[in-house]
């Protein structure tokens, strides 16, 4: 099915069911409900999970099979945005020019970025990539204020061209689209105590990201992806063999680069603004971390890393002293004050704190990262399953039915 086969078959359809399901899954506590706050199923952070899991499932292309560390991989996300919002204003509002032009782009300075960067590696390719980031960041908010605004990033207007549109002067700024379909239109179902909102806009992100992980799932089980493993493994080797390794790397990195512009378009594609802050080494980090955290070189790691940091980010973040005190609620006054106290500096606008500590425990006991935790603890069930099995054959033998 699809060319794909066992395990990755498997994954690819788990990956669809949750992707499809998210609204529910997502949605576990009922409305007015005292654990309502962490539900996420809401189509603006659905969004998010699929478009950063994007953004993770192309950077780890390059640093999972590679063993490339970019540090200005956030460079194509903001160049993806920019692109996506010019053709906002000059072409269309629907969404499929717009993201085939930053996929292009993104892919096109990817190219000059790692023609140039790739004649380095190690710690040395990684401040290339930084440097190049941080240039492209700089002249966003200054030297190319007319391309892209400069600090108030770029946004519609009423007078855009739209020369597709038909060229009409909208009385309000106009929505993005799919051939008609806007991407904010969403869908309530009521079930009991239970809401559940459909978006349009997010199961469009959804199916795009299915199908990048479904090529990455392609591209890992290729020859291609062999030589990157190669490379990741010795790259003197292959080099004293007379293999140019070049060629290889630099269409890894040019196809990281076009994951990153489709994410960057996404994200225009949901809120029409492009800023320069999309750009930044911290949103270059950012991928880093999803990445490590679920798992570098594995297909489903970067996803579930994305996943995690933006629940952090929207919604472990608004856990304030209120939550905590009607947490602890049932506990002595004195006992209560201390355990706010306690865990307030982990919660709120402290949950980076929370996230770091995270990200050492996964890096010291999980190299892997969540994927490597997700097979111990299957590998713990089987064992303890093989045991009992074990047992009961044992009791039998020594027991047999008269």
Same mark, same amino acid.
């Given at each position: 099915?699809?060319?794909?086969?066992?395990?990755?078959?498997?994954?690819?359809?788990?990956?669809?069911?949750?992707?499809?399901?998210?609204?529910?899954?997502?949605?576990?506590?009922?409305?007015?409900?005292?654990?309502?706050?962490?539900? !996420? =199923?809401?189509?603006? +952070?659905?969004?998010? #999970?699929?478009?950063?899991?994007?953004?993770? @499932?192309? $950077?780890? %292309? *390059?640093?999972?099979?590679?063993?490339?560390?970019?540090?200005?991989?956030?460079?194509?996300?903001?160049?993806?945005?920019?692109?996506?919002?010019?053709?906002?204003?000059?072409?269309?509002?629907?969404?499929?020019?717009?993201?085939?032009?930053?996929?292009?782009? !993104? =892919?096109?300075?990817? +190219?000059?970025?790692? #023609?140039?960067?790739?004649?380095?590696?190690? @710690?040395? $390719?990684? %401040? *290339?990539?930084?440097?190049?980031?941080?240039?492209?960041?700089?002249?966003?908010?200054?030297?190319?204020?007319?391309?892209?605004?400069?600090?108030?990033?770029?946004?519609?207007?009423?007078?855009?061209?739209?020369?597709?549109?038909?060229?009409?002067?909208?009385?309000?700024?106009?929505?993005?689209?799919?051939?008609?379909?806007?991407?904010?239109?969403?869908?309530?179902?009521?079930?009991?105590?239970?809401?559940?909102?459909?978006?349009?806009?997010?199961?469009?992100?959804?199916?795009?990201?299915?199908?990048?992980?479904?090529?990455?799932?392609?591209?890992?089980?290729?020859?291609?992806?062999?030589?990157?493993?190669?490379?990741?493994?010795?790259?003197?080797?292959?080099?004293?063999?007379?293999?140019?390794?070049?060629?290889?790397?630099?269409?890894?990195?040019?196809?990281?680069?076009?994951?990153?512009?489709?994410?960057?378009?996404?994200?225009?594609?949901?809120?029409?603004?492009?800023?320069?802050?999309?750009?930044?080494?911290?949103?270059?980090?950012?991928?880093?971390?999803?990445?490590?955290?679920?798992?570098?070189?594995?297909?489903?790691?970067?996803?579930?890393?994305?996943?995690?940091?933006?629940?952090?980010?929207?919604?472990?973040?608004?856990?304030?002293?209120?939550?905590?005190?009607?947490?602890?609620?049932?506990?002595?006054?004195?006992?209560?004050?201390?355990?706010?106290?306690?865990?307030?500096?982990?919660?709120?606008?402290?949950?980076?704190?929370?996230?770091?500590?995270?990200?050492?425990?996964?890096?010291?006991?999980?190299?892997?990262?969540?994927?490597?935790?997700?097979?111990?603890?299957?590998?713990?069930?089987?064992?303890?399953?093989?045991?009992?099995?074990?047992?009961?054959?044992?009791?039998?033998?020594?027991?047999?039915?008269?």
């Amino acid at each position: 099915m699809l060319g794909l086969h066992g395990r990755d078959l498997t994954l690819f359809l788990v990956v669809t069911a949750l992707v499809v399901f998210a609204p529910v899954i997502l949605n576990p506590f009922p409305i007015g409900s005292s654990l309502a706050q962490f539900n !996420a =199923g809401y189509p603006d +952070l659905m969004q998010r #999970f699929v478009i950063y899991g994007i953004f993770a @499932i192309g $950077f780890n %292309i *390059l640093f999972g099979l590679t063993g490339y560390l970019s540090f200005g991989h956030a460079a194509f996300l903001g160049l993806g945005s920019y692109a996506a919002v010019w053709m906002f204003k000059l072409l269309s509002m629907n969404v499929i020019p717009a993201l085939i032009l930053s996929t292009v782009v !993104a =892919g096109l300075f990817a +190219l000059v970025i790692g #023609f140039i960067s790739l004649r380095r590696s190690g @710690i040395y $390719f990684s %401040i *290339l990539t930084l440097a190049f980031a941080q240039m492209m960041y700089a002249l966003a908010y200054s030297v190319l204020t007319p391309i892209t605004n400069g600090e108030t990033g770029l946004q519609l207007a009423l007078d855009d061209p739209r020369i597709l549109d038909g060229g009409e002067r909208p009385t309000s700024l106009p929505v993005t689209d799919l051939f008609g379909l806007e991407m904010r239109e969403t869908t309530v179902l009521h079930m009991g105590s239970w809401e559940f909102t459909i978006g349009a806009g997010y199961y469009f992100a959804g199916i795009l990201m299915l199908i990048a992980f479904y090529l990455s799932i392609r591209i890992f089980r290729s020859p291609f992806g062999m030589m990157l493993r190669a490379v990741k493994s010795n790259q003197n080797r292959m080099n004293y063999t007379g293999l140019n390794t070049r060629p290889y790397t630099l269409a890894a990195f040019v196809i990281s680069g076009m994951y990153a512009g489709l994410a960057g378009g996404l994200l225009a594609a949901m809120d029409p603004l492009a800023g320069a802050e999309r750009m930044q080494w911290t949103a270059s980090g950012e991928v880093v971390l999803m990445t490590i955290l679920g798992g570098a070189g594995t297909l489903l790691g970067p996803v579930l890393g994305a996943g995690l940091i933006k629940y952090f980010e929207n919604i472990f973040s608004k856990i304030n002293d209120g939550v905590l005190h009607a947490w602890f609620g049932a506990v002595p006054d004195g006992m209560e004050d201390v355990l706010v106290t306690v865990f307030h500096p982990f919660v709120g606008k402290g949950w980076h704190l929370t996230l770091g500590l995270m990200f050492m425990a996964v890096v010291i006991f999980l190299p892997g990262g969540l994927v490597e935790g997700g097979t111990r603890i299957g590998r713990l069930f089987r064992r303890r399953g093989r045991n009992a099995g074990g047992a009961e054959a044992e009791a039998a033998a020594k027991h047999p039915a008269e």
